[in-house]
């Protein structure tokens, strides 16, 4: 029993490339062809394959409805929150998590630093869309017309001297962001608050979240702070690992040098 259900997931994979008859599942599953069609018609019941009238067999639509029904009910916080929590642990800074929705980013999570002086930020609330690294991470990924038509229509509020003061110098940076993998925001927001981000993937490869570390210069200057972004970005990478489901990659180091 157990090889026969190896054998018939082992047929799926091979339809993801593109439709095959039966000689060419036969073949690669190094079987008769009639153990192959059997397979296919027990699979094709479920509506996990499908038949052309070619003869030849894709991938059905019930798989693919499976697929995108699994992927909804990931519930990304659930997954993250472990993660955070123990980097939290290990540095003793703010740890934020958000997504975008629309216009917007919002925080998801958050953990708590364990120094008295502590961020205002709060789960549920948007982030400040055009200094935020966790927005630069999530803003970064979209295709460029997309890109570009959402800076053209942002406000760019001066919070500080450091702040993002139009869309031409916005999308240069998230240019950068998108080429680095990370991003940061050095005093962009308040003066006294660095952050450094990095982006969460899903099986696709695209960002679907963004984590961050931030302190304030009284606890950690930027400099040190910039130091983490190893452990962010494994972090980081563990996290999508779990959430796409995929074997967690190891990040090299930073191709560019920090920003000062």
Request: hydrophobic residues 40%; proline residues 6%; charged residues 25%.
């Amino acid at each position: 029993m157990s090889q026969t259900v190896d054998r018939a997931l082992s047929i799926l994979p091979l339809l993801a490339q593109g439709p095959a008859d039966l000689g060419q599942v036969a073949e690669r599953l190094g079987v008769h062809k009639s153990t192959a069609l059997r397979l296919l018609r027990t699979l094709h019941e479920h509506g996990l394959v499908y038949r052309q009238q070619n003869q030849r067999y894709r991938l059905g639509a019930r798989l693919l409805a499976l697929a995108q029904e699994a992927v909804e009910n990931l519930d990304l916080r659930e997954i993250a929150h472990p993660h955070l929590v123990a980097l939290n642990e290990r540095c003793g800074h703010t740890v934020h998590l958000a997504v975008r929705e629309e216009d917007d980013v919002l925080y998801i999570d958050k953990v708590d630093s364990r120094y008295p002086v502590r961020m205002y930020s709060r789960i549920g609330r948007p982030v400040a869309i055009t200094v935020a690294a966790v927005a630069k991470l999530l803003l970064a990924d979209l295709p460029e017309a997309e890109r570009r038509a959402l800076a053209h229509r942002l406000d760019y509020p001066v919070y500080t001297p450091r702040s993002t003061t139009d869309a031409t110098a916005f999308l240069t940076e998230l240019a950068a962001v998108r080429e680095q993998g990370w991003a940061t925001d050095l005093g962009g927001h308040e003066g006294s608050i660095n952050c450094v981000g990095a982006p969460i993937r899903g099986a696709d490869g695209r960002v679907v979240a963004a984590m961050s570390v931030s302190a304030p210069n009284v606890v950690v200057g930027a400099d040190e702070l910039l130091t983490l972004l190893p452990l962010v970005r494994r972090t980081a990478d563990a996290i999508s690992a779990e959430y796409s489901g995929t074997p967690a990659s190891t990040t090299p180091p930073p191709s560019k040098e920090l920003p000062r």
